[in-house]
């Protein structure tokens, strides 16, 4: 059983129920406006998909003490329980810098260790907070062809604006980062793990990097000659 956690004295975090049905499409409007925002994409789901998942007890829901909703995740399963992905974390914009996200994505890793002890625990994102986060959960970067081949992991891309580059680029680019958290590698003894990401310590070198590949792949446009894009995609490669 998973404890819901009072945050600050202000915040409720726990797993979604049939109490929270009603915040459904509150939580899929505030999903698209975010989306739209920063040009990026959160795979969008409709309503049914999100109270789907609180009946199955697989989301995350924050709320104040007093019952409003702060923010939700939810994690959804892929290649019959091999990965786990924690997805959809979503923070109104009026609670965020406030903490929250780290806890609803703490608790949404919790739950998945709980249901999934086995599972490898991925993510794809744009956003440093979130890779911050997860790597302090454990999670380390990884490349894209490491994520689910499940063509129904990747169908969930297709409402974001970048999906043309994923498809572009044959699965090998997109902005967004995949990130990974193995368990067998945390099994392993201490002298025999990989090393950790620091990401304090690389994150400006990240950030920079993540600059220069948005701008490359954000170049590279359908229509242009095969050959055009194949250099840009040896520029990426080498960058």
Same mark, same amino acid.
């Given at each position: 059983m998973i404890t819901p956690e009072v945050v600050n004295d202000q915040y409720m975090v726990q797993v979604a129920n049939e109490n929270h049905l009603t915040l459904a499409e509150t939580i899929c409007r505030e999903m698209e406006e975010s989306a739209k925002a920063r040009?990026? !994409?959160?795979?969008?789901?409709?309503?049914?998909? #999100?109270?789907?998942?609180?009946l199955e007890g697989k989301a995350i829901v924050a709320t104040t003490l007093a019952g409003e909703w702060v923010g939700f995740c939810y994690i959804e399963t892929w290649e019959h329980g091999k990965f786990v992905a924690n997805s959809g974390l979503i923070v109104r914009p009026d609670h965020r810098k406030s903490g929250i996200a780290t806890r609803i994505k703490a608790k949404a890793f919790e739950l998945s260790r709980k249901m999934f002890p086995t599972a490898k625990i991925i993510g794809i994102t744009t956003s440093l907070a979130v890779m911050k986060i997860n790597s302090d959960l454990g999670y380390q970067p990884v490349t894209l062809s490491e994520l689910p081949g499940d063509e129904?992991?990747?169908? !969930?891309?297709?409402?974001?604006?970048?999906?043309? #580059?994923?498809?572009?680029?044959?699965?090998?680019?997109?902005?967004?980062?995949?990130?990974?958290?193995?368990?067998?590698?945390?099994?392993k003894p201490e002298e025999e793990k990989e090393t950790k990401w620091n990401f304090l310590k690389e994150s400006k070198l990240y950030e920079r990097w993540m600059r220069i590949k948005e701008r490359i792949l954000l170049r590279l446009q359908s229509d242009r000659p095969r050959s055009r894009v194949s250099r840009r995609e040896r520029e990426l490669e080498t960058a």
């Open positions: 040009g990026t !994409g959160i795979a969008k789901r409709s309503p049914i998909y #999100i109270m789907e998942k609180m129904a992991f990747w169908k !969930g891309c297709q409402t974001c604006a970048n999906f043309d #580059i994923l498809t572009r680029t044959n699965r090998k680019h997109c902005l967004c980062t995949g990130m990974l958290y193995d368990p067998d590698e945390h099994k």
